[in-house]
């Protein structure tokens, strides 16, 4: 069974950083594409960064020059580190596994994690 986990949300002050964290576990290949949504009260969920097995990244104009997506050295393991961060970004950070495994369709969800810019 494929799970995911997030690490790495907290309170943190405006202007501060975080380093958030996807873990995988139960794959047995890489997945084609990974990404970080998030989704504040009210609010649908968005994605704001994505790379793809091949290293191609892309950023929504939100997050673009103060957020950075990488892999991990273990596979299927992604980062996303942020910084000057704003009360905006306030929100569940998710991450999801997306891709096409012979015919198979696949999506995989974290549980979230809560990320608060507050002073």
């Known amino acids: 069974q494929v799970q995911l986990v997030e690490s790495g949300g907290g309170l943190v002050q405006p202007g501060g950083s975080l380093r958030l964290s996807c873990l995988t576990s139960?794959?047995?290949?890489?997945?084609?594409?990974m990404g970080w949504y998030h989704q504040a009260p009210g609010t649908e969920r968005e994605l704001i960064a994505s790379?793809?097995?091949?290293?191609?990244?892309n950023y929504s104009d939100s997050v673009i020059g103060r957020f950075t997506i990488s892999r991990g050295n273990a596979r299927n393991t992604v980062h996303l580190q942020m910084t000057g961060l704003k009360s905006e970004d306030t929100a569940v950070y998710y991450c999801?596994?997306?891709?096409?495994?012979?015919?198979?369709?696949?999506?995989?969800w974290g549980q979230g994690t809560q990320v608060t810019i507050a002073s």
């Open positions: 999801k596994a997306s891709g096409l495994y012979g015919k198979y369709q696949y999506e995989y």
């Open positions: 790379i793809t097995s091949g290293g191609s990244i």
């Open positions: 139960g794959s047995k290949f890489m997945f084609d594409h």
